[in-house]
């Protein structure tokens, strides 16, 4: 908050009475500013006038006024309200003390003064409007000429005015919002109310509160007899007082949004969760299905904690007993691994994996967009130990893909193997024949996965082959323990998502824009025919990999996207291995 002292015309011509004022209130400094108003009997009024006497017994010379704003400037900002030419001259002549000067409503329209102002420059100087009884339409056709014929350096925008003294009704507070909503010039607050009133202290708190930028209030001495302008004014201490209020509460304003007895109100009473039912090592955590939440004194990780943890990809790594709580140790970053799932024993499309779509063959082509994966620790292709699959050793694409051959029919236990030796915690499931993976899908699947602590994570909706599958390994395992030969572990997904009362499924519905009808899974002459309109399409235009990208091409090209589309999925529609699957993956 800025403060504008108000001499007026308490002095009555007395220049003791000016000294003595800016000497009394010389201890306000930084953020304060004192305003004067110089003016000429017979400049300001004809003679003919009532105050014309009056005005008279006010006056200061041109070096009376140097005198007063130079002493005034020694301990804060001076301003001067300008009634006429002969106020210009002392502006004219002292504007290096000069911070701001401001305009009576009444004056707004002098253009005899606003004539002589333009040969001064104002360019550094603040000016205030008292805008009272201004309609908004006619304060923004003064603002835009001020601005135009005087440039200054900001104008503010000032309501209230001396009503000898103004009533609280009267007193302009209204404005404020007014004012806000239709200009963006700051507030000045001129307030007038009986200065013997408790309203003179607390009427100016409440429009600082309101928003006011700065308050001007009246002053004067409390020593002697004040002639003129003692309505609204305040003496020393009771301007003090009101100063001392409204900046003890200012001061708040500035405080921390959080402060540290509030945190530690907050850290000393929130619930610490506790586990409902015990947790393996390996599994991951749901904030909403895997705590209650109790005062216990148990020293644990809180809510907001836990949480940061899960979204940045932490799983268990030790097991926990029901009514435990967390502690950081308990967590670490977890091991996540891509496993290419890959066989050369198609009979729809012989040896597909070998065929190229674009310059690569379609496996290497599947890792290449791959390892476009962020938050991927590994990734393998696994395929079997048999002769017939060796070959694939030489097609990892990078030396940075690993290469495992394992059990031929059993899947699942090849997932296990393969990543053993890497002690990984997640597997993101990608099978070689869809060669146009979305990183852009992995992406929020994986982060839902872990929000949702689930055992199984995929999208509900999505384009054939776009979207990977993500699955713990702890539940890999606990699959493989049910099922010491998984015969259809080729269809790892039915030991799933048939046994929702064994795993936390979590089936994320995609983003419209990342969906779509489209087949591009490699099964057929007819997919590798499609894929490789695709990939010309991008080597061609030189067009950066994205799913996004590539919906957007079928989208405008549906001769292209036609060339498969006839094509179906046989787990499903052939009914017959849909029961099969059924009844062979069921855990009891």
């Not at 509900?460 to 030969?485: D, W």
């Not at 089936?507 to 009808?517: I, K, M, Y």
């Not at 405008?556 to 009914?575: C, F, G, V």
Request: aromatic letters at 12%.
């Amino acid at each position: 908050m800025y403060y504008i002292i108000e001499v007026a015309n308490t002095h009555a011509g007395s220049i003791d009475y000016v000294n003595n004022l800016i000497e009394r209130f010389a201890c306000f400094q930084g953020g304060f500013g004192m305003k004067f108003q110089p003016f000429r009997y017979d400049s300001i009024s004809t003679r003919d006038h009532s105050f014309y006497e009056k005005y008279k017994e006010m006056y200061f010379d041109e070096k009376q006024w140097s005198q007063i704003i130079s002493k005034a400037s020694e301990t804060k900002d001076v301003w001067l309200d300008l009634f006429d030419c002969y106020g210009v001259e002392i502006l004219r002549k002292n504007l290096d003390c000069v911070k701001g000067i401001k305009f009576q409503s009444s004056v707004l329209y002098n253009y005899e003064v606003f004539t002589a102002l333009e040969t001064v420059d104002l360019s550094d100087t603040m000016v205030i409007l008292n805008i009272a009884a201004q309609s908004i339409e006619d304060i923004g056709q003064i603002l835009e000429r001020i601005n135009k014929t005087l440039n200054p350096r900001e104008i503010l925008l000032e309501f209230g005015y001396q009503g000898y003294p103004t009533s609280l009704e009267f007193s302009g507070i209204s404005k404020i919002e007014v004012l806000k909503r239709n200009f963006k010039n700051r507030l000045v607050f001129a307030d007038h109310v009986d200065g013997q009133s408790e309203e003179a202290i607390l009427l100016p708190f409440f429009a600082s509160g309101l928003g006011i930028h700065i308050l001007e209030k009246h002053v004067m001495l409390e020593d002697r007899e004040t002639k003129y302008d003692a309505f609204s004014s305040l003496t020393f201490e009771r301007y003090k007082r009101m100063v001392d209020l409204i900046d003890s509460y200012h001061s708040l304003l500035d405080k921390p949004f959080i402060n540290s007895k509030e945190q530690a109100y907050l850290d000393k009473s929130i619930m610490i969760p506790i586990l409902k039912k015990a947790k393996k090592a390996g599994e991951l955590i749901n904030l909403q299905e895997d705590f209650v939440y109790r005062r216990s004194g148990k020293i644990g990780l809180n809510t907001k904690e836990i949480e940061a943890l899960i979204s940045n990809y932490y799983i268990l790594t030790t097991d926990k007993e029901q009514g435990a709580t967390l502690v950081a140790e308990d967590f670490k970053k977890a091991t996540i691994a891509t496993v290419v799932a890959c066989r050369l024993k198609s009979t729809r499309l012989p040896r597909k994996a070998l065929l190229c779509i674009g310059n690569l063959p379609s496996v290497e082509r599947c890792i290449k967009n791959s390892l476009l994966y962020r938050n991927v620790n590994h990734t393998v292709l696994a395929t079997s130990f048999l002769e017939d699959d060796a070959e694939l050793k030489n097609h990892t694409y990078s030396d940075n893909v690993l290469f495992f051959a394992g059990d031929p029919e059993d899947v699942i236990k090849r997932y296990i193997e393969a990543v053993e030796p890497l002690k990984a915690d997640i597997i993101i499931r990608k099978t070689a024949d869809c060669p146009f993976p979305s990183p852009e899908i992995l992406d929020i699947l994986l982060k839902q996965h872990f929000l949702a602590g689930a055992d199984y994570t995929a999208a509900r909706k999505s384009a054939v082959g776009t979207a990977s599958e993500i699955m713990n390994v702890s539940a890999l395992k606990k699959i493989k323990a049910y099922f010491p030969q998984a015969a259809y572990s080729e269809y790892m997904t039915w030991y799933f998502k048939n046994n929702p009362e064994f795993f936390r499924l979590n089936l994320v519905d995609l983003p419209e824009s990342l969906v779509r009808d489209y087949r591009l899974t490699l099964d057929y002459q007819e997919d590798l025919d499609m894929f490789n309109c695709i990939q010309n399409y991008l080597d061609e235009n030189k067009v950066k990999y994205s799913i996004e990208n590539i919906f957007e091409f079928l989208d405008a090209h549906p001769e292209i996207s036609s060339i498969n589309s006839h094509l179906t999925l046989k787990y499903r529609t052939d009914q017959q291995l849909i029961d099969t699957l059924n009844r062979e993956t069921k855990m009891h």
